[in-house]
């Protein structure tokens, strides 16, 4: 197997002097000295057409009845009235709400129904050892768990957005079974 | 007669496709030396000579064909005639880059290469670039293309940019570098958390998800004018989005309907179809270089695994049946592989398999290994990687040799993808 790869190699290391041999000549006939000059740039990006509209960007054109998150897109985090909601844990690579996190959520319900008119983000988390990609729609299938129970609870659903942040805002930054615990969670984040 | 004889002397040489695969066994690279860059007019400029050899050095190890040399023989000119091929003949090369260069004006950069065929005696290219004083390695990185194109009938994709994630800030912000790691821009400064980029087929836009709107949305940017426009807001998530080859369609993971699900917009955010009907999640959907297939990751049976479909949805088929755990789909723009991301023993591993499924082979083992993306050509694979926590961008061979590290952030950097 080996020789006959070395052979391999070396018929194509002929082919390629032969290519040599070809490229050379070819330069030869043109006149000395045999400089095929291109110019590298001009100093930086090539001028190209700007294809990308600046804003307004066309609508998405939706045939669903989805809106978009345009409403909440200029609120702010408000971690002082977000502390009247508890954080909610999972278990590793699970979706499905603990008895305990059911009993957290009761709570987070009466609150939510207190406060009409109040913004809350259901922000779904993972540990850092899944994929990101995957994380993200995980995190996002733990915040919509929430969201379905605190609704079936009689918390008013327009008051509530779902967000999956996947890995990227870890609650602990360790890397052991207790930062990891600690990550798999929905925040409750009051924004105004 | 001279020119049909070039072009069938190509031909076959494209033809070979085990010449790489013979070379990155390392038995079989050509001896190649890099003359050190001589002043051809102007004055003296020590750093655009050591760049331009640094330029060709890499780029000529990386490739794998070559066991590239440094260090000068003889001291002459650079064209046939000004200097004697007998002292590199001596020192063993087979081939001889020599370069020259001038530097006319305060930035004003003009670079002289040629490629020798030492034992023949002959030019086997020659190139000449003007830029400014700051281009001298993509200077030199072009002409790394050119000696590619010489030797397998294939240019080299050293003057390509690699796209990437980057914590550096203090936030996940979307940056550009050269492939090797020189020339950083940041492109996003929103400040909130950005992923997943991925060029056009022309290279001039990229798309991208940002959360800067409080939701994870995909926006389109061109890169030198920084002109941005929104694709997809969709309420919910709008994440791993993969450009087709074409240019003209965009698949992407949205969960407006529920949960994560595939499917299929334009560039302007026009929903064309759903691709996926599932109860399961769906992410991450990687096109074939033809555009009629998706590898994508689904975890329909439990764990993530990696399954294929037609662009359109049907005639799925699941393609990884080893590992618990299996995600980042890639396929390679040409010879029917696809890399991913195996989790093992607490990390991930970067694989390749074929396109059926078959024929997987673990290509990297040291530390954590994720987000393979291929370079244009197929050759090489860039990835990030954690080796003692600290993470980082590789860029590999496609056989997995030659891991070498180009960012120089101490910052956490992931997700590059190489500019078509």
């Known amino acids: 197997m080996r020789t006959s790869m070395t052979t391999l190699f070396a018929a194509f290391c002929c082919t390629m002097m032969m290519v040599a041999g070809c490229a050379k000549q070819e330069m030869v006939k043109q006149e000395s000295p045999p400089i095929e000059t291109a110019v590298v740039v001009p100093p930086q990006p090539k001028p190209t057409p700007p294809p990308v509209k600046e804003e307004p960007a066309p609508p998405p054109v939706i045939k669903e009845k989805i809106t978009t998150t345009e409403e909440i897109s200029t609120l702010n985090e408000d971690p002082a009235a977000s502390k009247q909601f508890q954080t909610i844990y999972f278990g590793f ?83 052991d079974e207790a930062a990891w615990a600690k990550n798999r969670r929905d925040d409750f984040v009051v924004l105004k | 007669m001279l020119v049909a004889l070039l072009v069938a002397c190509i031909a076959t040489s494209q033809a070979e496709d085990s010449y790489l695969a013979v070379t990155a066994s390392g038995s079989g690279q050509l001896a190649c030396s890099i003359a050190t860059p001589v002043r051809l007019e102007g004055g003296e400029n020590a750093e655009v000579a050591r760049e331009i050899a640094d330029a060709l050095s890499f780029d000529l190890t990386l490739s794998g064909l070559f066991q590239v040399a440094a260090g000068d023989p003889e001291r002459g000119g650079i064209r046939q005639g000004d200097f004697s091929f007998a002292p590199w003949k001596m020192a063993g090369a087979k081939l001889l880059v020599k370069s020259g260069f001038s530097v006319t004006a305060p930035d004003r950069l003009t670079v002289e290469l040629r490629l020798y065929d030492v034992l023949q005696e002959k030019l086997l290219a020659s190139k000449r670039f003007t830029g400014s004083s700051k281009e001298a390695r993509k200077m030199a990185h072009a002409f790394s293309d050119e000696i590619l194109r010489i030797m397998t009938g294939e240019a080299g994709p050293f003057t390509g940019k690699i796209a990437f994630v980057s914590k550096r800030s203090g936030n996940k912000e979307i940056y550009l570098m050269d492939y090797d790691g020189r020339n950083v ?115 329909r049976l439990g764990r993530p695994q990696i399954f294929v479909m037609d662009a359109d949805g049907t005639n799925v088929r699941r393609l990884t049946t080893s590992g618990s755990y299996n995600v980042e789909p890639r396929w390679a723009p040409k010879g029917g592989r696809i890399a991913y991301c195996r989790q093992m023993g607490g990390g991930f591993q970067i694989f390749v398999m074929n396109s059926d499924g078959g024929e997987s082979s673990q290509l990297t083992s040291e530390g954590s290994n994720e987000h393979p993306r291929w370079s244009p050509d197929g050759r090489f694979i860039t990835f990030s990687s954690k080796r003692g926590w600290k993470e980082g961008l590789y860029v590999m061979r496609a056989d997995g040799t030659g891991q070498t590290k180009v960012s120089r952030s101490g910052g956490s950097d992931t997700h590059p993808v190489w500019s078509p």
């Open chain 1, 93 to 175: 690579d699970a979706i499905t709400l603990s008895e305990t996190a059911r009993d957290t959520l009761a709570k987070n319900a009466v609150a939510l129904k207190k406060n009409k008119g109040l913004k809350v983000q259901i922000q779904g988390h993972c540990d850092e050892r899944g994929s990101d990609a995957y994380n993200l729609a995980l995190g996002e299938k733990r915040a919509k768990s929430a969201y379905d129970y605190l609704v079936t609870l009689g918390a008013p659903a327009n008051q509530l957005y779902v967000i999956s942040y996947g890995k990227e805002r870890p609650a602990d930054t360790g890397h």
């Open chain 2, 185 to 299: 821009q940041q492109l996003t400064k929103n400040r909130s958390i950005n992923l997943n980029p991925d060029f056009f087929p022309n290279g001039r836009e990229l798309i991208y998800t940002t959360y800067k709107n409080r939701n994870p949305d995909l926006y389109r940017r061109e890169i030198t004018t920084g002109a941005e426009a929104k694709v997809s807001a969709q309420r919910g998530l709008n994440v791993t989005a993969a450009v087709a080859p074409s240019g003209d369609r965009i698949a992407l993971a949205m969960s407006k309907d529920g949960h994560s699900q595939l499917y299929l917009i334009t560039p302007q955010g026009k929903q064309l179809a759903r691709l996926t009907n599932s109860p399961a999640l769906e992410v991450s959907p990687a096109w074939s270089p033809d555009g009629k297939r998706i590898a994508f990751v689904s975890d």
